[in-house]
Structures are given as C-alpha cells and as structure tokens.
C-alpha cells in the first residue's frame, strides 16, 4: 500500500513537471547535457559551414543563453532550442582536424571572436529525420 502511494505520488510529480514546461520557454543551463550535445553535434558544425573558414571556429566560453520550448504535435513533441556561441578561431585546421575532436583545439588569441546564433529544432520519435537548425553570425 505504501509503495502504491508512492508511485502514484512520483507519477504525479513528474506528469505535473513535464506539462508545466509544455508551450513554455525555459531557459536552460550552460551545462545542461542535451544542450552541450546540441553545442556540439549540430551547432559547431553548422555555424563553421557559415563562416566558411579553413581552420576551426569553436566556443570560446561557457555561456549559451540558452532556452528550450516543447510544443506538443500531433501527439508528439517538438523541442526547439535557442543559444548563443562566442566562437573563436582555433589552431586547428578542418581538413586535417576531425569535428569530433573540436573539443582537444586550442583558441588563436590573436583572432577576432563572432557571436552566432542557433536555431535547432526536432521531433522526439524521429530526431535525426526532423532535425532543422539555422544559424546566424
């Protein structure tokens, strides 16, 4: 009986706490693990196909301002991410340097730094089919 009430408790908790952040833009912390994937996985990519340089550009701090919104459709949820990067030149050329070792570059100090906005949105059934992101510097 107790562990009943508990459960029913926990699920109540967690149904509450998902649909308060239903339609609702919450901000998210520099650290959060989905946001630094993102970061990581779509934003560098896309942001260096915008600026369109030989060598690397990379974070060049721990700040994204980030936000995030789930929207349900369809009986789905659609998550869309909002963050800003600081971006710096590294010492890392694209065509010899991997983009999954992006993290191992250090930063050309001497280089200009460019803000860049990302736009990254998804469906959670069918995330790499839905992905579609924007970026802006």
């Not at 833009?25 to 990581?40: A, C, F, G, M, R």
């Not at 369809?74 to 050329?93: E, I, P, Y």
Request: net charge positive.
């Amino acid at each position: 009986m107790l562990f009943q009430a508990i459960s029913l408790t926990l699920s109540l908790f967690i149904l509450f706490s998902q649909s308060a952040t239903i339609d609702r833009t919450i901000s998210v912390k520099d650290n959060d693990p989905i946001l630094l994937k993102l970061v990581y996985s779509v934003g560098i990519h896309r942001i260096n196909e915008v600026i369109g340089d030989s060598m690397w550009w990379i974070p060049a701090g721990p700040n994204y301002s980030a936000t995030r919104t789930i929207t349900p459709i369809s009986g789905d949820r659609h998550f869309t991410w909002v963050f800003k990067v600081l971006t710096q030149k590294s010492m890392c050329s694209r065509s010899s340097v991997p983009e999954s070792n992006v993290k191992n570059c250090k930063l050309d100090v001497s280089a200009g730094k460019r803000i860049c906005s990302v736009y990254i949105s998804y469906n959670e059934k069918n995330e790499k089919n839905t992905m579609d992101s924007e970026v802006y510097c």
